[in-house]
Nanobody
Framework: QVHLVESEGGLVQAGDSLRLSCVATGGTFSLYAVAWFRQAPGKERDFVAAISRGGAPYYADSVKGRFTISRDNVKNALYLQMDSLAPEDTAVYYC????????????????WGQGTQVTVSS
């Protein structure tokens, strides 16, 4: 059983950067594929980025080149560095973990954090 807790998000201006963290407890973090999803008001939860157990990252097209996902298996932590933020990045951001292979699909992730709000003003 893995418990995930995201760091606090925030209110930033367009063009700013923000780094989200997610700390895992209760499991062997290195054995999990982990990812970030986000959900804007009135919309479905969308894939943002994932990183495999082996450390291979991949991204949604909408964030490619602006966001960087990374993990630290010693600290049991997942990170999302977000640069060049835009108003359309406004959403609640969730970290997620899967014991199986990494995936683009939220339904493949069993463990979720509580979510953290990121708001980007124009």
């Amino acid at each position: 059983q893995v418990h995930l807790v995201e760091s606090e998000g925030g209110l930033v201006q367009a063009g700013d950067s923000l780094r989200l963290s997610c700390v895992a407890t209760g499991g062997t973090f290195s054995l999990y594929a982990v990812a970030w999803f986000r959900q804007a008001p009135g919309k479905e939860r969308d894939f943002v980025a994932a990183i495999s157990r082996g450390g291979a990252p991949y991204y949604a097209d909408s964030v490619k080149g602006r966001f960087t996902i990374s993990r630290d298996n010693v600290k049991n932590a997942l990170y999302l560095q977000m640069d060049s933020l835009a108003p359309e990045d406004t959403a609640v951001y969730y970290c997620a973990a899967a014991a199986d292979s990494d995936s683009y699909f939220a339904s493949d992730y069993k463990y979720w954090g509580q979510g953290t709000q990121v708001t980007v003003s124009s």
